[in-house]
Antibody, heavy 119, light 107 residues
Framework: QVQLQESGPGLVKPSETLSLTCTVY????????WSWIRQSPGKGLEWIGN???????NYSPSLNSRLTISVDTSKNQVSLRLRFVTAADTAVYYC?????????????WGQGTLVSVSS | DIQMTQSPSAMSASVGDRFTITCRAS??????LGWFQQKPGQVPKRLIS???SLQSGVPSRFSGSGSGTEFTLTISSLQPEDFGTYYC?????????FGQGTKVDIK
């Protein structure tokens, strides 16, 4: 059974870098897409960006200048780095696995990790 | 970015009611539309992709329809376990965008 587990600091200071790691258990990184989705407290879902198994990335334009998503196939991990964070970046961050194409199967989610941006 | 507008934003309905959520895209997205259900404290769960393709294991009372810019999610007979918030997602173009959500309460 595939499981995704996000890890990283729960508190980040403004202007610093938010770094999260998603470790994939029970499956490999290969042939899938990996999206990060976040949800601000009490708010809706926001797609942040994704990376595919070739290392190709797509980022939300609103975050593009601050965001890096990468994969480490040797560790079966997907990483997110968001620089120069503000309070607006406070959210639960989800790592997800999905397929491409019309029949999207966005079926695997991590449990989510709450990151608060505060001094 | 493609804007996704959901309606209603919230609704209370009774068990057994037929309930429809609408999602409108700001431009043609073909059938690249998914529906997700999120219960409080849980991760979202995919119900439908390709506008109308039901995920395996999702009850048949859920159905999706539409194409282009207007889409609907219908629950034919609302059950107590259907409470939660429903989101549409367009994945035609990057950045992917979600609707703002529809919160469903059971009366």
């Amino acid at each position: 059974q595939v499981q995704l587990q996000e890890s990283g600091p729960g508190l980040v200071k403004p202007s610093e870098t938010l770094s999260l790691t998603c470790t994939v258990y029970g499956g490999s990184i290969g042939t899938y897409y990996w999206s990060w989705i976040r949800q601000s407290p009490g708010k809706g879902l926001e797609w942040i960006g994704n990376i595919d198994y070739t290392g190709g990335t797509n980022y939300s334009p609103s975050l593009n200048s601050r965001l890096t998503i990468s994969v480490d196939t040797s560790k079966n991990q997907v990483s997110l780095r968001l620089r120069f964070v503000t309070a607006a970046d406070t959210a639960v961050y989800y790592c997800t696995r999905h397929t491409g194409g019309l029949l999207l199967r966005l079926d695997y989610w991590g449990q989510g990790t709450l990151v608060s941006v505060s001094s | 970015d493609i804007q996704m507008t959901q309606s209603p934003s919230a609704m209370s309905a009774s068990v057994g009611d037929r309930f429809t959520i609408t999602c409108r895209a700001s431009q043609d997205i073909g059938d690249y539309l998914g529906w997700f259900q999120q219960k409080p404290g849980q991760v979202p769960k995919r119900l439908i992709s390709a506008a109308s393709s039901l995920q395996s294991g999702v009850p048949s009372r859920f159905s999706g329809s539409g194409s282009g810019t207007e889409f609907t999610l219908t629950i034919s007979s609302l059950q107590p376990e259907d409470f939660g918030t429903y989101y549409c997602l367009q994945y035609k173009n990057y950045p992917w965008t979600f609707g703002q959500g529809t919160k469903v309460d059971i009366k």
